[in-house]
Structures are given as structure tokens and as C-alpha cells.
């Protein structure tokens, strides 16, 4: 007799521009181990599950990799988990990463999971959150125009906080260290939102949309200077306030292929593009799932990043 099965309630949220043919706010049901029950379609960049009731996730980081399945489960890059407030906070978010991995923080999930409370939970009038995650206290507010603004927090420049095994070339920090890779020398800034991103801005002018990431993306990820494995952006600079990136996600990489956003990343390039001399504190940043407003402010050495989330649909898995 098989144990009962269980029923997690989720809401796939969107940080990219949702797929016109997705179905908005159909409901979906999963076996986790089967075919999806219903036609599922959406770029839904993250699965949002809410056990209130538990202080810890609901599925395994296992199970969250089917769910992550873009063929046999909803398809997202990862599943964060809404749970009660530690430390003062108003709640506790924990991700896993499509390859079950857990990363200390996730900026485009930090928007789904505001989003999830403001809307699914139906809170009226709050709009500013404390959420206690691996990074620390972030704290993301509803704008009224409905965009997500979120304080991310200072930004790690340390090497070994980072961490990665370059050494310091400026003040303390990462910045235009040499890496070899693959016989070619690339010049990188190394910066921490609470997790690892590497930064390059290629050599001469990078041209990011001519690279293949799926072949340059996991010898970043793997190279021996992130012993906690890395996220890589590539960066392209259109003006002293405008960026272009693509990224190539720790942990989602090999099993969705290059991520359409990494939240993170764009305040990591922004930071690196500052260190660098290459770009003023407050930058748009284009991302394939679109742009993202960051701000790395002087006064309290916070980085700020404005940007969509959109609930695309919600539904139960059995599992
Ligand atoms: N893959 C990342 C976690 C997700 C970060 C990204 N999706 C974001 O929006 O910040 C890592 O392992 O650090």
C-alpha cells in the first residue's frame, strides 16, 4: 500500500515576459513523477510553494528538480518555499535551484515571493516585507506601479566570503583578476549578494549575444577558483547607465540551459561594472526576460534592484 500521497499548493510566478500562450491562473495538476496532467506553458521563471505552516520545505530538493522539469514537471528555474519568520523577520524564504541544489539567495525569486504573499495571501495594504534568507535580512516592497523594489543588501567583496580562491587585486576585493579558462585568459570581478557571481566584461568589445553559454557556462561554473561553484555573467556595456548580460546560473545551468534572468547577477554587474570604472552607481540592466533597474547606493552601501513579477498560474502537485 503506498504511503498517501501528499498535495503541495504552488503558484508558478513569472519574472520574464510570461508566454502569451501560458494559462493564466489555470489550475494545474502534477504527479510529480508523470506526465503533467494538464498542458502546461509558461515562463515560469519560479514555482512558489507555501507551507506557512512548516519551517521547512515541503518537497526535497529532488522533487523540486521534477518540478523544475520543463517536460515532465511545471518548468521553472527553481522552487522557493514561503515559510514563518525567523529572527524578527515576517517570513523565511529557502530556493532550490533546478539541479536540487540550495543557493543562500535568489533576487528574482525574492520578487515571485513578494508577489505570492501580496497577492495569493491576500495581505491588504501591506506591500514592504522582512525576509530572513541565506543572504540575510532582504526586504522586498510592491511599488505602486506594481513593480518589485528590493533591498539586497551589501555586497560581499571578499575573496574568501565570496568565495573564490583569486586573489585581491584592489582594496580587498576581486577586480579584473585573471582566470585562465580553457586555454583563454579572461579578466573577471568576483561579488557575493550572498551568493557567488563572477563578472567579465570579455576582452575588447564582448559581443554577449554571439556567445554559447552552454558550452563556456559550466567551465566557469565548475573552475577550480569557486570551490562553492559560481554564477557568470557576461557583460556587455551600451552606456555608463545601460548594460547588457547574459548569465550562466550555478545550480540551473545543466538542466534548464541558460537562465532568461538572474536577479542576483544584475546587481552583481552592476557592482563589478562600478568597480570596474565602467558604469555609473544607478544602471539598467537588459536581460534576455527583460530589464532590471539597479542602484548600488553610496550612502549605505545597500543595492537596490527594481523589476516585474507576475503570477502566471497556480496549482497542486501530488506527490
Ligand atoms: N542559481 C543561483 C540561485 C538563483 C539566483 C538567480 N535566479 C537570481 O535571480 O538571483 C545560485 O545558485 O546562486
Not at 512548516?54 to 523544475?68: D, G, H, Q, Y
Not at 515571485?112 to 514592504?128: H, K, S, V, Y
Not at 551589501?154 to 568565495?163: A, H, R, T
Amino acid at each position: 500500500m503506498s504511503p498517501a500521497a501528499a498535495t503541495t499548493t504552488f503558484v508558478a510566478i513569472s519574472i520574464a515576459v510570461p508566454n502569451p500562450t501560458a494559462p493564466s491562473r489555470g489550475r494545474v495538476r502534477l504527479p510529480l513523477g508523470g506526465v503533467p496532467a494538464a498542458p502546461r506553458r509558461a515562463v515560469a521563471s519560479m514555482a512558489v510553494s507555501a507551507p506557512r505552516d512548516s519551517s521547512v520545505p515541503k518537497v526535497t530538493p529532488e522533487e523540486a528538480a521534477k518540478l523544475c522539469d520543463r517536460n515532465f514537471g511545471i518548468g521553472a528555474d527553481g522552487v522557493i518555499f514561503v515559510m514563518p519568520g525567523v529572527n524578527g523577520a515576517d517570513y523565511t524564504m529557502r530556493i532550490f535551484n533546478s539541479d536540487g541544489s540550495e543557493p543562500e539567495m535568489c533576487g528574482n525569486g525574492v520578487r515571485c515571493f513578494a508577489r505570492f504573499i501580496a497577492e495569493i495571501e491576500n495581505l491588504q495594504g501591506t506591500n514592504r516585507f522582512t525576509i530572513h534568507t541565506g543572504a540575510g535580512k532582504i526586504v522586498p516592497e510592491i511599488q505602486s506601479d506594481g513593480q518589485v523594489k528590493v533591498d539586497m543588501g551589501e555586497p560581499i567583496l571578499s575573496g574568501l566570503d565570496i568565495p573564490t580562491k583569486l586573489l585581491a587585486t584592489k582594496n580587498k576585493a576581486v577586480v579584473q583578476a585573471e582566470l585562465a579558462v580553457e586555454g583563454l585568459t579572461w579578466h573577471v570581478t568576483c561579488v557575493s549578494m550572498g551568493n557567488p557571481h563572477c563578472v567579465t566584461f570579455g576582452a575588447n568589445e564582448l559581443k554577449v549575444d554571439d556567445l554559447k553559454l552552454s558550452e563556456i557556462g559550466p567551465k566557469f561554473e565548475h573552475h577550480e577558483m569557486f570551490p562553492a561553484r559560481t554564477n557568470t555573467e557576461f557583460v556587455q556595456v551600451l552606456s555608463r547607465s545601460h548594460l547588457k548580460m547574459r548569465v550562466w546560473e550555478r545550480g540551473a545551468g545543466l538542466t534548464v540551459g541558460a537562465t532568461l534572468a538572474c536577479g542576483t547577477g544584475a546587481c552583481a554587474v552592476v557592482v563589478a561594472a562600478v568597480l570596474e570604472g565602467r558604469a555609473e552607481r544607478k544602471c539598467v540592466v537588459d536581460l534576455p526576460g527583460g530589464p532590471l533597474e539597479i542602484e548600488w547606493r553610496e550612502d549605505d552601501n545597500h543595492v537596490y534592484m527594481t523589476g516585474p513579477a507576475e503570477v502566471v498560474f497556480y496549482g497542486s502537485v501530488v506527490h
